[in-house]
């Protein structure tokens, strides 16, 4: 496992972009497929995105495709969320996670998380 660190989260109005980032307390990700979960009150931890080892495939949850773009610079050893267009709907806590083998819509293919950045859009 790979402990995440997540930064870049915070209070914008709807409508407004935010950029999260991921990156390792020790160890590269250049080898991991990585993804991005959300948490909202009350609710199950839900996929949002993932990208592969290489940042040439990418999958977006429906509820973010067009408004949210996942990449990765390897060389800087960091993973990104650009999120524009912002809805208050998108509120909740965002995890990045990573696995070294498996990459997909499910909690259950990554082994390492972060332990998330809240994001609160207001109406």
């Known amino acids: 496992q790979v402990q995440l660190i997540e930064s870049g989260g915070g209070l914008v109005q709807a409508g407004g972009s935010l950029r999260l980032s991921c990156a390792p307390s020790r160890r590269t990700l250049s080898s991991y497929a990585m993804a991005w979960f959300r948490q909202a009150p009350g609710k199950e931890r839900e996929f949002v995105a993932s990208i592969i080892w290489s940042g040439g495939s990418t999958y977006y949850a429906g509820s973010v495709k067009g408004r949210f773009t996942i990449s990765r610079e390897n060389a800087k050893n960091t993973m990104y969320l650009q999120m524009n267009s912002l809805k208050p709907e998108d509120t909740a806590v965002y995890y990045c996670?990573?696995?070294?083998?498996?990459?997909?819509?499910?909690?259950?293919?990554?082994?390492?998380w972060g332990q998330g950045t809240q994001v609160t859009v207001s109406s």
């Open positions: 996670a990573a696995d070294p083998l498996r990459v997909g819509t499910l909690k259950s293919y990554y082994d390492s």
